[in-house]
T-cell receptor, first 111, second 118 residues
Framework: DAGVIQSPRHEVTEMGQEVTLRCKPISGHNSLFWYRQTMMRGLELLIYFNNNVPIDDSGMPEDRFSAKMPNASFSTLKIQPSEPRDSAVYFC?????????FGPGTRLTVL | AQKVTQAQTEISVVEKEDVTLDCVYETRDTTYYLFWYKQPPSGELVFLIRRNSFDEQNEISGRYSWNFQKSTSSFNFTITASQVVDSAVYFCALSEGSKTGANSKLTFGKGITLSVRP
């Protein structure tokens, strides 16, 4: 099993640009989570899905952030327009009936 | 609301010392799950342990051990005979009650940076 796959691993963009982060969960896992990690705020849950349905998006910072899960094997987190304060590491995690598996993260830098 | 407090922010020890990382949690759920994750300098989050609220038995895995005490709402982690490779940030986390704890959201503590010097 390849584990949770995230792409890109690193992204550098300019303020105002659209950014799309991608996640492929582990096959058979029915829950998917997006987290953001910053020095100031630590690890924060942004949104999570059960069976492709968003369950809790209360952690999404503002309307510039959106997340989709069109099928059980793919999810995206989009930031439009991006701002420097969005710079962080974004983790995707998936789970089934066992423990939570995290992807390697996407390091986003917004200049 | 759920909350996880890791009061220690940074700990530095010399190799072979024992070290305990503290975790205190708050929840109104009667069923909940507690986790520890390790984040080495490479940045990935490595799962270490999950414990449910009905199982207060201490757990030992090699040099690692965990002490869960509901009476004090604590889930402390001890590394025995620490090694340089143990240097990392360690996170304690809490999830809402569910069948396994796997499908509900995790609330993380701020993390403890452990440095093990040779």
């Amino acid at each position: 099993d390849a584990g949770v796959i995230q792409s890109p691993r690193h992204e550098v963009t300019e303020m105002g640009q659209e950014v799309t982060l991608r996640c492929k969960p582990i096959s058979g896992h029915n829950s998917l989570f997006w987290y953001r990690q910053t020095m100031m705020r630590g690890l924060e849950l942004l949104i999570y899905f059960n069976n492709n349905v968003p369950i809790d998006d209360s952690g999404m910072p503002e309307d510039r952030f959106s997340a989709k899960m069109p099928n059980a094997s793919f999810s995206t987190l989009k930031i439009q327009p991006s701002e420097p304060r969005d710079s962080a590491v974004y983790f995707c995690a998936s789970s089934g009936d066992s423990d939570r598996d995290f992807g390697p993260g996407t390091r986003l830098t917004v200049l | 609301a759920q909350k996880v407090t890791q009061a220690q922010t940074e700990i530095s020890v010399v190799e072979k010392e024992d070290v305990t990382l503290d975790c205190v949690y708050e929840t109104r759920d009667t069923t909940y799950y507690l986790f520890w994750y390790k984040q080495p300098p490479s940045g990935e989050l490595v799962f270490l342990i999950r414990r449910n609220s009905f199982d207060e038995q201490n757990e030992i895995s090699g040099r690692y051990s965990w002490n869960f005490q509901k009476s004090t709402s604590s889930f402390n982690f001890t590394i025995t005979a620490s090694q340089v490779v143990d240097s990392a940030v360690y996170f304690c986390a809490l999830s809402e009650g569910s069948k396994t704890g796997a499908n509900s959201k995790l609330t993380f503590g701020k993390g403890i940076t452990l440095s093990v010097r040779p």
